[in-house]
């Protein structure tokens, strides 16, 4: 069948065109047919607009090189001084085929050498006339030389100005004027079904060019960014080069895909272009970027917690836990806060909040609008900035001996809870003015997460601070609700829901 197919003529595939134009005719009026025809892009001028502004990247990276004379190493000739000395011992004569005396190892053993290997091909665009260019930071990662070829067939070498692995986005500087530089976009005007276009070098195909529609703006992938999702055909080696609008104008650098096979799927992401500007404009003044910070640990809202609490919608960043000595800490902010605002601007989810934080400048004074058992108030607060990546410190949970008959109230005892008052001691080492310590969680308690060592800090919006806040909260929750407990364990905050048994 599929022999079939190929050998289908040249004519008889344009009498099938004709018979499909000639039946939608037939349906629709001559005048819709010719708009669709007129909607059709072409996209031909932007290919001699912006092609000669895209640059194919090459890379080359040094690598240790064995050497002749390493014990060890190929063609060091160790295991051929062994065999020899085995022939001298047992048949009283050298290896066949070597001399008669073998000169004494040396002790010295010779210099390591590097030799140059190829890395890996991506795909850039020329930011400016005088040579500088832009791509992704993975393109140019652990090079130890960068290449760049332009569509002309002239091959410069480039010294990388900067690279930033949070955007993935670096610029390199070759040695050129007069370059065709790019039209930057404006991002906010691109709307999802817009036409797009990319031109880049997929698995070493210089100056291909590839088209689709945008999929998603603002879609967020766990990265530091939002990206710009379409359906345009992505590969390896497509990596930096430029998303397109049909003004011929960049609004994107073409960075992932998703694939299980590492080829096209039918989805790509893309660098939003204001984005990468606002990084590329640092790395150009400093040859790095410098990001805002407050020092806490954030986490999602969930709509059961946000109704429960009177938040209403799920929105904001949950704080679990403020870093000692922070921004965060000598604004006010505290474990269980939900952000919703930042400088007025209203964050939706919690990666909002450290996009936001690590555009502005640090030093600025900025105002936090966090949500605190029942009401919202703002906090000033001074941005510092980030440090470098450090893995999240986490305090493992400590384990106390139970009390042999710890206490239990009726109003613990009606959310399957057993509580005890903290120490002073306790106290000061979760840096909390109090709460209540969990001895045993059963039934509704331990369905909702917690276990024993934890220490609850608020019921329904009300803090406790002691036993006998706890039992008074209790008491006048809602017991054919859920009850929210805001509760601590090791550093972490996070909420509970308890569904109390009927």
Known sequence: MMLKVEALSLRSCFLAAAL???????????????????????????????????????????????????????????????????FRRFFGQPLPGTPRSTPPRSNRQPEPQEEERPRGVGSGFILSADGFVMTNAHVVEDASEVLVT???????????????????????????????????GDISKLRVGEWVMAIGSPFGLENTVTAGIVSAKQRDTGEYLPFIQTDVAINPGNSGGPLLNMRGEVVGINSQIYSRSGGFMGISFSIPIDEAIRVSDQLRATGRVSRGRIGVQIDQVTKDVAESIGLGKAQGALV???????????????????????????????????????????????????????????????????????????????????????????AAKSLGLAVSELTDAQKKELKVKGGVKIEAATESASKAGLREGDVILAVGNVEVLNMKEFDA??????KSKPVSVLFRRGDWAQYALIRPAR
């Open 20 to 86: 499909a134009v000639t039946t939608v005719g037939s349906f629709l009026p001559v005048e819709a047919v010719q708009a669709q025809t007129r909607t059709l892009p072409d996209f031909t001028d932007l290919v001699d607009q912006v092609g000669p502004s895209v640059v194919n990247i090459r890379t080359i990276e040094k690598v240790a090189q064995r050497t002749p004379g390493v014990p060890g190493a190929p063609g060091s000739g160790e295991m051929d001084e062994e065999m020899q000395e085995f």
């Open 150 to 184: 332009l569509p002309d067939k002239r091959e410069f070498k480039a010294r990388i100005i900067g690279a930033d692995k949070r955007t993935d986005v670096a610029v390199v500087k070759i040695d050129a004027t007069g370059l065709p530089a790019v039209k930057i």
């Open 320 to 410: 679990r836990s403020v870093e000692a000595g922070s921004p965060g800490e000598k604004a006010g902010v505290e474990a269980g806060d939900i952000i919703t605002r930042f400088d007025g601007k209203p964050i939706e989810k919690p990666s909002d909040l450290p996009r936001l934080v690590g555009n502005t400048k640090p030093g600025t004074k900025s105002t936090l609008t966090v949500f605190r058992r029942g009401s919202s108030r703002d906090l000033a607060v001074t941005i510092a900035e980030i440090e470098a990546d450090k893995p999240a410190k986490r305090t493992p949970d400590r384990e106390e001996p139970t009390p042999k008959t710890p206490p239990v109230s009726a």
């Open 473 to 478: 909260a209790v008491g006048r929750a809602d």
